[in-house]
């Protein structure tokens, strides 16, 4: 198995990357968006954590920068109807942490927002994998269960209001970068005055 591919990019497609080891072989490796954001320009240095999926039809390798992306990933795979596709989708959508926030917190709108995953399949597919992603979980407001509620009302308000839900994920969780507000009210008006 090939955990580690370690090299140059040579290219960066929207779905893959070619990166050349220093022995000289290329390897084409699969990667999610929230990934490929993070990766250097073709010609610079980059070490991949990589899982290599087989399947009737082809063997693919996938490709992570940390190692809690690539453990999410493999977790993912376990459940029942998630295939390596869809699993790559599910993590384009949203980085690691927030979606194992979304499986924990059993978040069926933000997991419908994943191409392919409708209601039946997100409550399905929280309910497994809930208690296995845990630990990769990591709640982002430090002020506890008061800033996280707070954080999930915000989000639903910038939804009501138009955004769609990574939009409004991602500037609540700016604002929370920048200092977490009291109230939800707060964080709705600094996440509209960023945006």
């Not at 999410?72 to 959508?93: D, E, H, I, Y």
Request: proline content about 3%.
């Amino acid at each position: 198995m090939i955990s580690r591919v370690h090299g140059t990019v040579l290219s960066r497609d929207t779905d893959r990357v070619e990166v050349e080891t220093s022995g000289g072989v290329v390897y084409e490796v699969e990667v999610p968006l929230t990934v490929l954001q993070r990766l250097p320009t073709p010609g610079s240095r980059v070490e991949l954590r990589t899982l290599q999926v087989v399947s009737e039809t082809s063997v693919a390798l996938y490709g992570f920068i940390d190692a809690h992306e690539r453990t999410l990933f493999r977790r993912l795979l376990t459940a029942s109807g998630v295939g390596a596709k869809l699993a790559l989708a599910m993590m384009s959508a949203y980085n690691a942490e927030r979606l194992a926030r979304a499986l924990v917190e059993k978040d069926t709108a933000a997991l419908r927002q994943v191409s392919g995953v409708g209601k039946k399949k997100a409550e399905k597919i929280a309910l497994e994998l809930a208690d296995k992603v845990a630990d990769l979980a990591i709640v982002t407001p430090s002020g506890g269960p008061e800033a996280s509620s707070a954080a999930q009302g915000a989000v639903q308000a910038l939804v009501a209001l138009g955004f769609t839900f990574a939009d409004a994920d991602q500037a609540v969780r700016q604002v929370l970068e920048a200092g977490a507000p009291d109230t939800t009210d707060e964080l709705v008006r600094r996440a509209l005055a960023g945006s």
